[in-house]
């Protein structure tokens, strides 16, 4: 036997026969399981005393050549081992103590929150094709964040949708020229529309020119529907998002002779609204499905306001509309 196996071996040796390793419940348990004899040691012991009494030579053993000895020295560690891991479970990083954890979560407040449940207001816009969930995904960030920029709408469609293709000149030139078709079509129209005919395959499938047209296309009815331009020729303006747990409807209201902005909400869950505008907000919870208002002092028209729609139980992230009295 080798050097190394030698020495692997003796290391072995001299964990079981440590001082915290030969207690008494080894002695009573691990030691008892050796071929049914209750305390092999002692007489192990015993029978080398003898030897030595009858005058013999104590017999020396290569650890090596001894296999029922060396598989035993294995079980032994392998159930030492076993033991301290059923004593002293390990514990995650994040964890300081042992924790017993749930086989599955029966309480709303500890379920996982879907990302995203906004989404499902792509079945309610006027597409001639289903863009796949992470561009309109992508493409409804994009709006969120444009939505209370000062540029115009034909500026606000490109940067919304330039991220999807390459970034050279051809590509933004040609960008340019399909936005100009999209805003000259009618609100919410496919057909006016000369650049997308008879499309009748998956977005992957389109050609770059018309997956252009497509994306331009969502970002604008986007825009209108999350923009609420309201006035006193128009005091009352409604709007609908549709989620994954169902519809939101909104009402807002410019009520001229209080100098108030009023929004009323149905709510398909529990929510929160946060108005703000001139340096003002107010916020409204709901603990549950129904209606909840939130209103504002509105004494100057021509001021923006923005109104934060936030369902915790379907999206991590509130929705914002603007708000604009004229």
């Given at each position: 036997?080798?050097?190394?196996?030698?020495?692997?071996?003796?290391?072995?040796?001299?964990?079981?026969?440590?001082?915290?390793?030969?207690?008494t419940e080894f002695s009573s348990v691990d030691c008892q399981e050796i071929n049914g004899v209750e305390n092999p040691l002692k007489q192990t012991t015993g029978f080398e005393g003898g030897r030595q009494e009858l005058g013999g030579t104590p017999q020396t053993f290569q650890l090596?050549?001894?296999?029922?000895?060396?598989?035993?020295?294995?079980?032994?560690?392998?159930h030492r081992l076993q033991l301290q891991i059923q004593n002293r479970p390990p514990l995650f990083p994040w964890e300081t103590q042992l924790v017993d954890y749930p086989d599955y979560a029966d309480e709303p407040s500890v379920a996982f929150v879907p990302t995203w449940g906004w989404i499902a207001q792509q079945s309610?816009?006027?597409l001639p094709v289903t863009l796949p969930e992470s561009i309109f995904r992508q493409l409804l960030a994009k709006c969120q964040v444009l939505l209370t920029s000062s540029l115009p709408l034909g500026a606000k469609l490109v940067q919304a949708v330039e991220e999807l293709f390459p970034s050279d000149t051809q590509t933004l030139n040609n960008l340019n020229s399909i936005a100009g078709l999209v805003l000259r079509s009618p609100s919410r129209s496919v057909e006016a529309l000369e650049t997308m005919p008879n499309l009748q395959n998956d977005y992957s499938d389109l050609k770059e020119s018309q997956q252009m047209a497509l994306s331009l296309l969502t970002v604008k009815q986007l825009l209108e529907t999350l923009t609420i331009p309201i006035s006193l020729t128009n005091p009352v303006v409604e709007r609908e998002w549709l989620t994954n747990v169902g519809v939101l409807k909104l009402k807002i209201e410019y009520q001229s002779q209080k100098s108030?902005?009023?929004?009323?909400?149905?709510?398909?869950?529990?929510g929160i609204f946060q108005l703000q505008g001139n340096g003002t907000?107010?916020?409204?919870?709901?603990s549950s499905v129904g209606s909840l208002i939130v209103e504002l002092p509105c004494q100057h028209i021509n001021q923006t306001y923005t109104l934060e729609v936030d369902f915790p139980e379907i999206d991590q992230q509130p929705l914002l509309f603007v708000i604009n009295p004229t």
């Open positions: 036997m080798n050097s190394d196996s030698e020495s692997f071996h003796h290391q072995l040796l001299s964990l079981v026969l440590a001082e915290d390793v030969t207690t090596g050549e001894i296999p029922t000895v060396q598989e035993r020295f294995q079980a032994v560690i392998k309610r816009l006027n108030k902005l009023r929004v009323q909400g149905e709510l398909p869950t529990r907000q107010a916020v409204a919870h709901s």
